[in-house]
């Protein structure tokens, strides 16, 4: 009689795990087949995945090689000074000659780098921490709004700011990263869009879609506050600028394979003797919507913390 009762239970704890197993399987079968990309999980995107991109890997996503015109036409000029109501050919001039450009598959952060990720930073490497960094590697300002070693209350998810160029390559070379390229980072930030002004197309910029000056934070917000463009990448228009590994050069109009002005991707300890001004892309809190567009190009000097400039990182597919 005991053993009548005790068997259903057993088979029934039977099912359950075996059935327990098999879901289990099935989600790792579908994971992994995700990160192979050979069957992409669907995300909540704002655009669909116009070139067959991606899968997700730790935070970052794969972005295939590609060949892109890269910058802006000159005859473009006229009509975009009108657009953004700027009466300066040279807020635009560092984006022509449109040239071709073809980058090779990488990956790139899905947000930028925050507080909380820097600060394990600094933990494990000493030699970066406020009070140890070295001053030429810094303008004075570096982590300035951290008590210490502690990045300020509640801000864990926003971006890191006061950070430095050097601290920011310092920082993905920990992470087995490196900083984009310039053109690998407009390429990523029109998100599979072809001569659209903005990573979401080309309706103008408005406070649903970037942190900037007329957002009216005056202030950094959480990574990811706004939806991601066709790549699933957040914060490519505004919240911070962000570091690139390129040096501040003109362009040319020559076609290029994988550029990077200066040559050097920084993946050794050369970083640590730059003195020339970096690129840096996208716009921040306190910046205009002339610069969240995916061409606006500006520049930084190496050591220059600012409380709106960060990064995100990028990794080679080797
Ligand atoms: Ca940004």
């Given at each position: 009689m005991r053993q009548g009762i005790k068997n259903p239970i057993v088979l029934s704890l039977k099912i359950f795990i075996a059935v327990s197993a098999l879901l289990f399987s099935a989600i790792q079968v579908r994971h992994a087949l995700a990160v192979t990309n050979f069957f992409p999980m669907r995300t909540s995107l704002a655009e669909p995945f116009a070139y067959g991109i991606v899968s997700r890997n730790r935070g970052m996503v794969l972005i295939h090689g590609a060949t892109f015109r890269m910058g802006t036409e000159a005859s473009e000029i006229p009509r975009l000074e009108q657009v953004f109501r700027f009466n300066h050919p040279d807020i635009f001039a560092a984006e022509v000659p449109q040239h071709t450009v073809t980058i090779s598959s990488f990956y790139l952060d899905r947000y930028e780098i925050t507080n909380s990720q820097f600060k394990k930073f600094i933990e494990r490497n000493p030699q970066w921490r406020p009070q140890r960094i070295p001053g030429r590697y810094h303008n004075g300002n570096y982590l300035k709004q951290w008590n210490g070693n502690s990045y300020p209350k509640g801000k864990a998810d926003h971006p890191v700011v006061n950070v430095s160029w050097y601290a920011a390559v310092a920082y993905c070379q920990w992470a087995g990263k490196r900083l984009p390229t310039e053109a690998e980072w407009e390429y990523a930030a029109r998100?599979?869009?072809?001569?659209?002004?903005f990573p979401w197309g080309d309706e103008p910029a408005d406070r649903t879609r970037a942190n900037y000056s007329e957002s009216n934070f005056r202030a950094t917000t959480p990574v990811g506050s706004y939806p991601p463009n066709g790549y699933g990448l957040f914060d490519m228009a505004g919240n911070v600028w962000e570091y690139l590994a390129d040096e501040w050069m003109p362009y040319t109009a020559s076609t290029q394979v994988n550029p990077v002005a200066g040559g050097?991707?920084?993946?050794?300890?050369?970083?640590?003797t730059v003195t020339t001004r970096r690129v840096i892309r996208g716009g921040s809190w306190g910046g205009a919507p002339v610069n969240l567009r995916v061409t606006y190009r500006d520049s930084h000097p190496p050591e220059g913390a600012r409380d709106f400039v960060g990064f995100r990182c990028a990794k080679s597919v080797s």
């Amino acid at each position: 009689m005991r053993q009548g009762i005790k068997n259903p239970i057993v088979l029934s704890l039977k099912i359950f795990i075996a059935v327990s197993a098999l879901l289990f399987s099935a989600i790792q079968v579908r994971h992994a087949l995700a990160v192979t990309n050979f069957f992409p999980m669907r995300t909540s995107l704002a655009e669909p995945f116009a070139y067959g991109i991606v899968s997700r890997n730790r935070g970052m996503v794969l972005i295939h090689g590609a060949t892109f015109r890269m910058g802006t036409e000159a005859s473009e000029i006229p009509r975009l000074e009108q657009v953004f109501r700027f009466n300066h050919p040279d807020i635009f001039a560092a984006e022509v000659p449109q040239h071709t450009v073809t980058i090779s598959s990488f990956y790139l952060d899905r947000y930028e780098i925050t507080n909380s990720q820097f600060k394990k930073f600094i933990e494990r490497n000493p030699q970066w921490r406020p009070q140890r960094i070295p001053g030429r590697y810094h303008n004075g300002n570096y982590l300035k709004q951290w008590n210490g070693n502690s990045y300020p209350k509640g801000k864990a998810d926003h971006p890191v700011v006061n950070v430095s160029w050097y601290a920011a390559v310092a920082y993905c070379q920990w992470a087995g990263k490196r900083l984009p390229t310039e053109a690998e980072w407009e390429y990523a930030a029109r998100g599979g869009l072809s001569n659209k002004q903005f990573p979401w197309g080309d309706e103008p910029a408005d406070r649903t879609r970037a942190n900037y000056s007329e957002s009216n934070f005056r202030a950094t917000t959480p990574v990811g506050s706004y939806p991601p463009n066709g790549y699933g990448l957040f914060d490519m228009a505004g919240n911070v600028w962000e570091y690139l590994a390129d040096e501040w050069m003109p362009y040319t109009a020559s076609t290029q394979v994988n550029p990077v002005a200066g040559g050097n991707l920084f993946v050794d300890n050369s970083f640590l003797t730059v003195t020339t001004r970096r690129v840096i892309r996208g716009g921040s809190w306190g910046g205009a919507p002339v610069n969240l567009r995916v061409t606006y190009r500006d520049s930084h000097p190496p050591e220059g913390a600012r409380d709106f400039v960060g990064f995100r990182c990028a990794k080679s597919v080797s």
